[in-house]
């Protein structure tokens, strides 16, 4: 067994002072200079440290930057379709919803064709500012057809999961949902709301869920600050 190095030693007070959560989430670290003189270790065993944490995940570099620790992300499990708030109980996180607006309308002749329903027929449009332990992930919006969701029109949606209300005042169970991740930027309207500036990276994801008899129960447009969002999916080549 080979003997432990100034490198190791180094690697390991930084690790635990991860793990003890001494930089938060987001936070740059102190350049190599200063962590060389705070662990007494030269900046060649401070950089060696680093590019191990750095290969565990545990940190990120930017050149003109530093050092960051990530932020943690949330996604999704390969092939398991999971609502926000699952997601987020999942990590052991609480999530929020603010509404942006929660109105009935006329559909657009695109969402009617999307839904199944007649062009101008009444939807729910429901947009939500989703977040996790207080941080702002997501823009939620939503359309629902009225005869499925009518009841959510009047139903207060602050902080609640979609789908457990969905469930427990429509009786409708997501079962499915065809889903597409486009990358962007944060626009004008999205950029405030999620905490970034314009133009930051943005995951875009449209969905089209389905009910368990393959009916469609509502279109999504999910907004995700790019640092705070991971897709996921299971691949699979046709057997010939």
């Known amino acids: ?113 999307k839904l199944g329903i007649a062009p101008s027929a009444q939807v729910l449009s429901l947009i939500r500012l989703r977040g996790m332990s207080g941080t702002p992930v997501c823009v939620d919006a939503n359309v629902i057809p009225v005869t499925i969701a009518g009841a959510l029109a009047e139903t207060d949606m602050a902080d609640a999961s979609l789908y457990d209300q969905l469930d427990r005042v429509s009786g409708v169970r997501i079962r499915r949902s065809a889903y597409s991740v486009q990358a962007d930027g944060a626009s004008t309207e999205i950029a405030p709301q999620l905490g970034i500036p314009v133009g930051s990276p943005v995951l875009i994801g449209r969905e089209v869920a389905y009910a368990h008899d393959g009916s469609p129960v509502l279109l999504g447009v999910n907004t995700y600050r790019g640092d705070a969002y991971r897709f996921e999916a299971d691949l699979y080549r046709p057997i010939s």
Do not use: C, H, N
Request: aromatic share 6%; net charge positive.
């Open 1 to 113: 067994m080979r003997a432990r190095t100034a490198s190791d030693e180094a690697y390991t007070r930084l690790r635990d002072a991860l793990t003890r959560g001494l930089y938060a989430p987001g936070s740059r670290l102190p350049g190599e200079r200063a962590l060389a003189a705070e662990l007494e270790v030269s900046r060649e065993t401070i950089r060696a440290a680093l590019d191990r944490l750095e290969a565990d995940g545990a940190l990120s570099r930017s050149a003109q930057r530093g050092w960051f620790v990530p932020r943690q992300t949330v996604g999704e499990p390969p092939s398991v379709l999971q609502s926000f708030t699952e997601m987020a109980r999942q990590r052991g996180l609480t999530a929020t919803a603010m509404v942006l607006e929660q109105k009935v309308r006329a559909a657009t002749f695109e969402e009617a064709a």
